[in-house]
């Protein structure tokens, strides 16, 4: 049976080992549902490389690629959809969800504007399939080396990386917070359900527990 890595070579998203090499990260966290059925949400379609990817390892899935560019449709086929739309605009998000399910799985690999991360996250997560698995790429964006090239930092006073440091320390720090206030009313109400939060070379998977009080699976 082939690897993420290898469909995603053959495939050549920029996922794969010969570029940001996420792929052979994510396997560990995303084989458990490689024949399952469920939906797999990617905000970011660009040539189609990682939906093809994503359709080939999830071939039981419902792949749904959404991004802002039209000629994006052209990789619909088989298990894999695509939707027009802004991704940092709520109603956007919801017709779709409305249309393909609750998500088991997000990719958020769009804009990687902080404040577009950071959003994207505060709408989805809740709203993520309990077990289910969150993953926010390019968090190197969130580093100096890539603002002085482009503007990533968007609208918001903390990178992406950093507000997801705010939440591990909510994660980890559990009940032994104390009197530490958590960041925001995001973090307060859903670090109970997150389960664990990995940070890989530029990107991180968060997953989300079954229930409030479980651990992580
Ligand atoms: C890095 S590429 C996606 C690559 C693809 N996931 C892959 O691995 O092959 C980012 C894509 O996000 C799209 N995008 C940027 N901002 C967006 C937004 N606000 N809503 C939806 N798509 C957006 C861009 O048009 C671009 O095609």
Redesign the pocket.
């Known amino acids: 049976m082939k690897s993420l890595d290898e469909i995603g070579l053959e495939?050549?998203?920029?996922?794969a080992s010969n570029h940001h090499d996420f792929l052979r990260f994510y396997d560990r966290r995303l084989s458990a549902l490689r024949n399952h059925s469920f939906t797999l949400l990617?905000?970011?379609?660009?040539?189609?490389?990682?939906?093809r990817?994503w359709s080939e390892y999830f071939p039981n899935a419902t792949i749904v690629?959404?991004?802002?560019?039209e000629e994006?449709v052209k990789y619909a086929g088989g298990n894999i959809h695509v939707r027009i739309?802004?991704?940092?605009?709520t109603d956007f998000l919801f017709d779709v969800i409305q249309e393909f399910g609750v998500p088991t799985v997000i990719?958020d690999?769009?804009?990687?504007?902080w404040d577009?991360q950071i959003t994207t996250l505060q709408v989805l997560f809740p709203i993520l399939r309990k077990g289910g698995v969150y993953i926010v790429?390019?968090l190197d964006t969130s580093f100096n080396g890539h603002l002085k090239s482009a503007p990533f930092d968007g609208l918001s006073p903390i990178s992406a990386f950093d507000y997801l440091v705010k939440l591990s320390r909510c994660v980890t720090g559990d009940n032994a917070l104390d009197d530490e206030r958590p960041h925001d009313l995001f973090i307060a109400d859903n670090a109970p359900w997150v389960g664990s939060v990995e940070f890989g070379r530029r990107t991180a998977v968060l997953s989300k527990k079954t229930d409030r009080q479980a651990g992580s699976f």
């Open positions: 495939h050549r998203t920029d996922k990617e905000i970011g379609v660009y040539r189609g490389g990682s939906v990817t690629g959404l991004d802002i560019t994006c739309g802004d991704a940092t605009h990719v690999d769009g804009s990687h504007r577009h790429e390019d």
